[in-house]
């Protein structure tokens, strides 16, 4: 029935060392997020993918890339973490572009912890 | 700053009461809002949403009001339940933006049995 799965649920690391958290997602939408949320803080929109267009939020780190290899699956890499990158990682899906027509669906997240 | 708020942080509610979530705006080209449920451990739900041309749209034991004369969202749950407590996030669409919902800070709701 998991319609957004993000694998790890936690993920470990250590400072400066890549790392890739994955999200795969069965309802065969379009768009697909990359949130970054943070203790008692909002989701804050990191990038998405419009089937293959990457669009990058304009105060996104560099530090982050997405790739998305096929509809199914899409990746986050953070090439150098640092200790303020420990947040919860949410991915999302929508049909279209989220607004009024498209609801998103989120996964349940994954999270990450910089030691 | 941000352009959608909460008013408070965390609010504590008895088994049953009513529980009124309310959530500030300030850009007027906001045309599209959307209330989502996040329990611990778990991503973002949709529970409701409401387009800027209507004041009010009612769901199962939800409802939401909205005042455009004074930016001003709430999510209304009727009999609220344990299984309700959680982070309630309003999210808003600016008219001619990137149709992606931008998120407001939570509300923790916590019920008590």
């Known amino acids: 029935d998991a319609m957004v799965i993000q694998n790890p649920r936690y993920q470990v690391t250590q400072f400066g060392k890549p790392v890739t958290l994955s999200c795969s997602q069965t309802?065969?939408?379009?768009?697909m997020y990359w949130y970054q949320q943070k203790s008692s803080q909002a989701p804050k929109l990191l990038f998405h993918?419009?089937?293959?267009?990457?669009?990058n939020e304009a105060d996104t780190p560099d530090n982050f890339q997405s790739r998305r290899p096929n509809t199914s699956f899409c990746f986050l890499d953070i090439r150098s973490p640092g200790l303020g990158d420990a947040a919860m990682y949410l991915c999302?899906?929508?049909?279209?572009?989220?607004?009024?027509?498209?609801?998103?669906?989120f996964g349940p997240g994954t999270r990450l912890l910089v030691l | 700053g941000e352009s959608v708020g909460l008013h408070l942080p965390t609010l504590s509610v008895q088994e049953g009461d009513n529980s009124i979530i309310n959530c500030a705006y300030s850009?007027?080209?906001?045309?599209?809002f959307i209330w989502y449920k996040q329990e611990s451990g778990k991503g973002p739900q949709f529970i409701i949403d409401?387009?800027?041309?209507?004041d009010k749209r009612q769901g199962q034991r939800v409802t939401v009001l909205l005042n455009k004369t004074v930016k001003h969202l709430s999510l209304q749950i009727a009999a609220t339940q344990p299984g309700d407590s959680a982070v309630y996030f309003c999210?808003?669409?600016?008219?001619?933006?990137?149709?992606?919902?931008?998120f407001g800070r939570g509300t923790s709701l916590i019920v008590h049995p």
């Open positions: 999210a808003e669409n600016i008219k001619g933006g990137s149709y992606i919902p931008t």
């Open positions: 309802l065969n939408h379009n768009v």
């Open positions: 993918y419009y089937d293959k267009d990457f669009n």
């Open positions: 850009n007027s080209a906001s045309d599209y």
């Open positions: 999302a899906t929508s049909r279209g572009l989220a607004g009024v027509t498209e609801t998103q669906y």
């Open positions: 409401i387009r800027s041309n209507m």
